[in-house]
């Protein structure tokens, strides 16, 4: 509905040219023929596309108009005052409307400052900068969606380097946010201590089966999460990434894009048990200047009116090279055209640049 109403208040115009047409067939026509359909319609349109003070200023000209043409027909058709008794009960249910589209409104404005808020508790905003790092993230819902997601993200710096969750969890509610919660606090406890990505995504994966069986879930059986593990060793010049059936990372350099090949994928978090020993690290060098740039699949998956989906090499270009935040900017707003400002997924997003001991970025 709310996709819907929001198409809809771009017309703010239609019950003023439908009061026009009322006053016409009212002045410019046989009696027999009337404007009073119109009148109730311009009101009701007007309560869906505009305020309440407009709704009640269409529906008071509307009224005006089918009362002057009666007294201008000598008020003797018994037929005009039937007209204006239902100009009227047509007005009253506009004003009606108008309101309860107004309380809604406040509602859902709640609804959504809450959930803003618990997204924040779940996902607080990771630090500027993590070891010889610089990080920016960014977390964005659907656009007509209020509900919480299962989007996350995760940046811990450790004995071994600098570790980097991204991940999607199955579903959306209370039960995503759940197995959100669990699978950040694994990561940031698990990080510290585990030698390699590969046993960390194991740590993973029992927390999310452990998590299912906390909580009643028809699905549970197909619940899972996808997820990107990266690590960037303490030089900073070197990184392994595991993907475990999640979206390949990016790199930037020169204002150019491109896809890691992150080799075969393990199975997603809460079904590494289906084909153990599946895929594995994949290392590759990360040279200075260069921008990793992590994100779920509201990215990749983004569709245009044609049903293409979105490919970051190549509708970013070029791309910020340097500043992780000016990159972030660049996708959310590039991934905004090609959706033409209609997404259907939520969208985490999480880049990574070097920084030199002074603090600031490196020169490419």
Wanted: with cysteine.
């Amino acid at each position: 509905m709310d996709e819907r109403h929001s198409r809809i208040q771009q017309y703010p115009w239609l019950a003023p040219v439908l009061l026009a047409g009322a006053a016409g067939l009212e002045l410019l026509t046989p009696e027999i023929v009337n404007g009073a359909a119109l009148v109730a319609v311009a009101g009701m349109v007007a309560a869906i596309t505009s305020t309440f003070r407009n709704t009640l200023l269409i529906v008071t000209i509307g009224l005006a108009i089918i009362v002057v043409a009666a007294v201008l027909s000598g008020f003797t058709d018994f037929e005009k005052g039937v007209q204006i008794a239902e100009v009227l009960i047509a007005g009253a249910l506009a004003l009606a409307v108008r309101r309860m589209l107004d309380r809604q409104s406040v509602s859902f404005s709640l609804v959504r400052s809450t959930v803003e808020i618990l997204q924040r508790a779940v996902l607080p905003p990771l630090p500027t900068i993590v070891g010889p790092m610089v990080v920016a993230c960014r977390y964005e819902a659907a656009s007509t969606e209020a509900r919480i997601g299962g989007d996350l993200y995760a940046v811990e710096e450790t004995p071994f380097g600098l570790r980097l969750l991204i991940a999607d969890v199955r579903g959306r509610g209370l039960g995503a946010v759940s197995s959100v919660s669990v699978i950040v606090g694994a990561f940031r406890e698990r990080a510290q201590s585990e030698r390699d990505l590969a046993g960390l995504a194991e740590r993973l994966d029992r927390a999310v089966a452990r998590s299912l069986a906390q909580y009643a879930d028809p699905f549970a059986a197909e619940a899972f999460a996808t997820a990107l593990l990266v690590e960037i060793d303490r030089p900073g010049t070197t990184m392994r990434v595991l993907s475990c059936g999640h979206p390949a990372p990016y790199l930037v350099r020169d204002g150019e894009l491109c896809q890691l090949d992150t080799g075969e994928a393990t199975p997603p978090l809460g079904m590494l048990d289906l084909a153990p020993g599946t895929g594995g690290p994949r290392s590759c060098d990360f040279p200075t200047g260069t921008t990793l740039l992590c994100v779920t699949d509201g990215v990749t998956e983004a569709r245009n009116a044609a049903g293409t989906f979105y490919d970051p090499c190549q509708e970013l270009r070029p791309a910020p090279d340097g500043d992780p935040e000016r990159l972030i900017d660049a996708l959310f707003a590039s991934v905004s055209r090609w959706v033409e400002g209609e997404r259907d997924d939520d969208m985490a997003v999480v880049a990574v640049s070097s920084v030199d001991v002074d603090g600031r970025e490196s020169a490419p």
